[in-house]
């Protein structure tokens, strides 16, 4: 089973000044920092409004209209569309990248529509490819009736944040995704989530070079920071104290963030 939890920055602001997070700020190459072209566009979204009130806010991951009704029937007042078990049991094949945008679309559309009273994020991958792709996939999910999607920074063909073998892009690449998503995204009520995969491309580096993508992802217009699989509390804790904004950790049993509920919950706030 795969289950996200959201994090609220104990010292972020209602009004999502980012530049109050808890984290020194991480310097980058002002000429590579993307930025939406509309950031005031940006609204306090359903799920804004559910990390702001619970403080952190588990989400079940669903795959299909029926798993999405169980999410809500129990009682969670989130849920994700993980692309990892869509592409299981939609396709019966591993999270390899093949599992397209309108297929993720067609889905978010039964998932929203059985489960109507919680908001529901979507898996967009890498966005279907660069940034006019982007803007296409984020249109066809707020369409669908998503409440928000991760958008992540490997290199095509992606896998499953789990597994070895990824590569990702240049940060100030997805950095712009990361703006042309925000631009797509307008007045909707609708969550961006910018993930990096970065902590399992270098064994000596990989979190700093993930908590420094995020950073520059969340300058660029999203409105969380998901560092994809970290390895142990140690790790989580870094990331508590130093990645901006929301944060987002996926659990999966087996995988390689495995952990409780209760330990993430102190470690990440």
Avoid at 57 to 77: E, K, N
Avoid at 100 to 107: D, F, L, N, S, V
Avoid at 164 to 176: D, L, M, S, T
Avoid at 202 to 219: F, Q, T
């Amino acid at each position: 089973m795969s289950m996200l939890m959201a994090v609220k920055t104990t010292s972020l602001c209602s009004s999502l000044n980012l530049t109050t997070a808890a984290s020194p700020r991480i310097r980058t190459n002002p000429r590579a920092a993307a930025r939406s072209v509309n950031p005031t566009a940006r609204i306090q979204t359903r799920i804004h409004r559910l990390i702001e009130e619970q403080g952190i806010v588990l989400m079940p991951g669903c795959y299909d209209a029926l798993s999405a009704a169980i999410v809500q029937q129990t009682g969670f007042s989130a849920g994700f569309i993980s692309g990892y078990a869509l592409s299981a049991s939609l396709l019966g094949k591993p999270d390899f990248g093949l599992l397209t945008p309108p297929e993720m679309a067609a889905t978010a559309r039964s998932v929203c529509a059985s489960a109507p009273n919680i908001p529901i994020i979507a898996d967009a991958d890498t966005g279907g490819g660069n940034a006019l792709n982007v803007q296409r996939t984020v249109k066809d999910l707020i369409a669908a009736g998503a409440a928000g999607c991760f958008l992540e920074d490997q290199a095509w063909p992606k896998k499953c944040g789990h597994m070895r073998g990824k590569q990702v892009i240049p940060a100030e690449e997805h950095a712009a995704k990361i703006a042309s998503a925000r631009d797509a995204i307008g007045d909707s009520d609708f969550f961006l989530v910018a993930r990096t995969d970065a902590r399992a491309t270098s064994a000596k580096s990989g979190l700093e070079d993930a908590i420094a993508r995020v950073n520059l992802y969340m300058e660029a217009g999203a409105d969380a920071s998901f560092v994809e699989a970290p390895r142990d509390d140690y790790e989580l804790k870094e990331i508590g104290k130093r990645a901006k904004g929301y944060r987002v950790c996926n659990m999966i049993e087996g995988f390689k963030t495995e952990t409780t509920a209760e330990i993430v919950a102190v470690e990440m706030t």
